[in-house]
């Protein structure tokens, strides 16, 4: 199995010491502003570095303080002494929960990819972290949900609130989760509870949850659903190129072209990247080199040498296919084009010089 490692010492370890390129991956803080106008900011763009070192082939785990953070009403101040989950609504028997009642509870860990669904192509609302806390099956098993409930509805402590069909909440791998890689979920990620349902983008699994209610209710929208943006919000296959960056000069040798494809919790079964010469020729090529996570809810990340043939501007493009047969197939007009309503798939396109 890969060994992890943080973007952090990725960088360190291939990037000059310069740290030119260091936000590359680093993720990005959006407040408030919740409406389809709303755009993530664009990714820095770096100076250009005298070399691209072959990237390494360890599993990234995003560092907590790197991590995107998204924000309706801020973070709000939680008292864990004070703190309660209340689970109840079409259930046999409503449950109160501590804090110290979570911790009580078999603890178990999942690396996991979370991605905001406002994740412009190319965008840096995406992160991968080991998620520590507890199955929500078990808790589920206890309450016993009444056939009559068709949504269970979820309520946090800044009075942000989503809901969600049966089927998305009685996977076997969701969680609730008080732990972000080992230490205790840092309060902008969610402090002292959060929760996490494979396949879904971030804005069905919310931060500093206080309930959970169980509804015969099937046409509930949430916060972000009243602003026009999906009531299903499954994550779409995707795709970026992470090195080389966007308009970036590099040298007339060998490099190494790098990113991730992520398909929520379908497979990432094949990941190619196309080059488009000054010609306007468009040649694709698989990745053969590809690194998995301990499953498909871990994004795969893909590696790809190349020998640019001559100096000059070239196109880099990349795209995946899932277990489905799904193919990325449609190219983006931007680097950073929007993803209203419901996530994007487009085609990840870059421009760099050759020198």
Same mark, same amino acid.
């Given at each position: 199995?890969? *060994?992890?490692?943080?973007?952090? +010492?990725?960088?360190?370890?291939?990037?000059?010491?310069?740290?030119? @390129?260091?936000?590359?991956?680093?993720?990005?803080?959006?407040?408030?502003?919740?409406?389809?106008?709303?755009?993530?900011? %664009? &990714?820095?763009?770096? &100076?250009?570095?005298? &070399?691209? !070192?072959?990237?390494?082939?360890?599993?990234?785990?995003?560092?907590?303080?790197?991590? /995107?953070?998204?924000?309706?009403?801020?973070?709000?101040?939680?008292?864990?002494?004070?703190?309660?989950?209340?689970?109840?609504? !079409?259930? %046999?028997?409503?449950?109160?929960?501590?804090?110290?009642?979570? %911790? %009580?509870?078999?603890?178990?860990?999942?690396?996991?990819?979370?991605?905001?669904?406002?994740?412009?192509?190319?965008?840096?609302?995406?992160?991968?972290?080991?998620?520590?806390?507890?199955?929500?099956?078990?808790?589920?098993?206890?309450?016993?949900? *009444?056939?009559?409930?068709?949504?269970?509805?979820?309520?946090? @402590?800044?009075?942000?609130?989503?809901?969600?069909?049966?089927?998305?909440?009685?996977?076997?791998?969701?969680?609730?989760?008080?732990?972000?890689?080992?230490?205790?979920?840092?309060?902008?990620?969610? /402090?002292?509870?959060?929760?996490?349902?494979?396949?879904? /983008?971030?804005?069905?699994?919310?931060?500093?949850?206080?309930?959970?209610?169980?509804?015969?209710?099937?046409?509930?929208?949430? &916060?972000?659903?009243?602003?026009?943006?999906?009531?299903?919000? +499954?994550? *779409?296959?995707?795709?970026?190129?992470?090195?080389?960056?966007?308009?970036? *000069?590099?040298?007339?040798?060998?490099?190494?072209?790098?990113?991730?494809?992520? @398909?929520?919790?379908?497979?990432?079964? #094949?990941?190619?990247?196309?080059?488009?010469?000054?010609?306007?020729?468009?040649?694709?090529?698989?990745?053969?080199? !590809?690194?998995?996570?301990?499953?498909?809810?871990?994004?795969? #990340?893909? /590696?790809?040498?190349?020998?640019?043939?001559?100096?000059?501007?070239?196109?880099?493009?990349?795209? @995946?296919?899932?277990?489905?047969?799904?193919?990325?197939?449609?190219?983006?007009?931007?680097?950073?084009?929007?993803?209203?309503?419901?996530?994007?798939?487009?085609?990840?396109?870059?421009?760099?010089?050759?020198?």
């Amino acid at each position: 199995m890969a *060994k992890q490692l943080s973007r952090r +010492q990725f960088l360190q370890q291939f990037l000059p010491a310069s740290g030119t @390129a260091v936000l590359f991956l680093a993720g990005c803080r959006s407040k408030a502003e919740i409406s389809p106008t709303t755009a993530p900011p %664009a &990714t820095a763009v770096p &100076t250009p570095l005298s &070399t691209l !070192l072959p990237a390494n082939r360890d599993l990234i785990l995003t560092p907590n303080d790197e991590f /995107y953070v998204m924000e309706t009403n801020g973070t709000p101040a939680i008292d864990q002494a004070e703190w309660q989950l209340r689970i109840d609504g !079409l259930v %046999a028997n409503p449950l109160m929960l501590s804090f110290a009642d979570i %911790a %009580a509870r078999p603890f178990i860990e999942q690396m996991r990819t979370l991605e905001c669904i406002g994740n412009a192509v190319g965008g840096n609302q995406i992160g991968n972290a080991v998620w520590g806390g507890i199955l929500l099956a078990d808790l589920l098993e206890e309450v016993q949900v *009444k056939d009559t409930a068709v949504r269970a509805k979820f309520t946090a @402590a800044d009075n942000y609130e989503t809901s969600v069909t049966l089927d998305w909440v009685n996977q076997p791998g969701a969680m609730l989760a008080y732990q972000m890689n080992g230490e205790p979920l840092p309060p902008e990620h969610g /402090y002292p509870l959060r929760l996490f349902m494979p396949g879904l /983008y971030g804005q069905k699994m919310p931060k500093w949850i206080t309930h959970i209610q169980f509804s015969d209710d099937a046409d509930h929208l949430g &916060t972000w659903e009243n602003q026009g943006w999906s009531n299903v919000a +499954q994550v *779409k296959t995707n795709s970026q190129i992470m090195l080389p960056t966007h308009i970036q *000069k590099v040298p007339l040798a060998p490099l190494e072209i790098f990113g991730v494809a992520y @398909a929520g919790d379908r497979h990432i079964t #094949q990941v190619e990247v196309g080059i488009e010469g000054q010609d306007g020729n468009l040649r694709w090529q698989p990745a053969e080199d !590809l690194v998995r996570g301990p499953s498909d809810e871990v994004w795969t #990340q893909f /590696y790809l040498p190349w020998t640019p043939p001559a100096a000059g501007t070239y196109t880099l493009l990349v795209r @995946a296919t899932d277990e489905t047969g799904f193919v990325q197939t449609e190219r983006a007009r931007g680097v950073l084009e929007g993803a209203f309503p419901n996530g994007t798939d487009k085609i990840h396109n870059i421009v760099i010089v050759v020198e």
